[in-house]
Nanobody
Framework: QVQLVESGGGLVQAGGSLRLSCAAS????????IGWYRQGPGKQRELVAI???????RYTDSVKGRFTISRDNADNTVFLHMMSLKPEDTAVYYC?????????WGQGTQVTVSS
């Protein structure tokens, strides 16, 4: 059974940094796409940053230049490095993976950015 387990969330002041981790139960190379979504209070869930099937990365416009997605294939872990955090980055961040037949979600980790 596929499991995605996030960690690294917390409370940080505006301008600060956090690193989120997503540990996968299997090889992350087996997924077509893998990365991060988030859902802020009263908002729809949105893509933040992902690795696509061709190995490239994709970011939502609001995080470009501030967030970086990376991966450690040996440890089956995907990271989200977040810098210059803003209050509007406050959300539950979810690890997400697209397999051959379905999508998988982690349980989410809360990131709160205070002004």
């Amino acid at each position: 059974q596929v499991q995605l387990v996030e960690s690294g969330g917390g409370l940080v002041q505006a301008g600060g940094s956090l690193r989120l981790s997503c540990a996968a139960s299997g090889s992350i190379n087996s997924y077509k796409n893998i990365g991060w979504y988030r859902q802020g209070p009263g908002k729809q869930r949105e893509l933040v940053a992902i690795f696509t099937s061709d190995g490239s990365t994709r970011y939502t416009d609001s995080v470009k230049g501030r967030f970086t997605i990376s991966r450690d294939n040996a440890d089956n872990t995907v990271f989200l490095h977040m810098m210059s955090l803003k209050p509007e980055d406050t959300a539950v961040y979810y690890c997400w993976a697209l397999g051959d037949r379905r999508m998988y979600w982690g349980q989410g980790t809360q990131v709160t950015v205070s002004s």
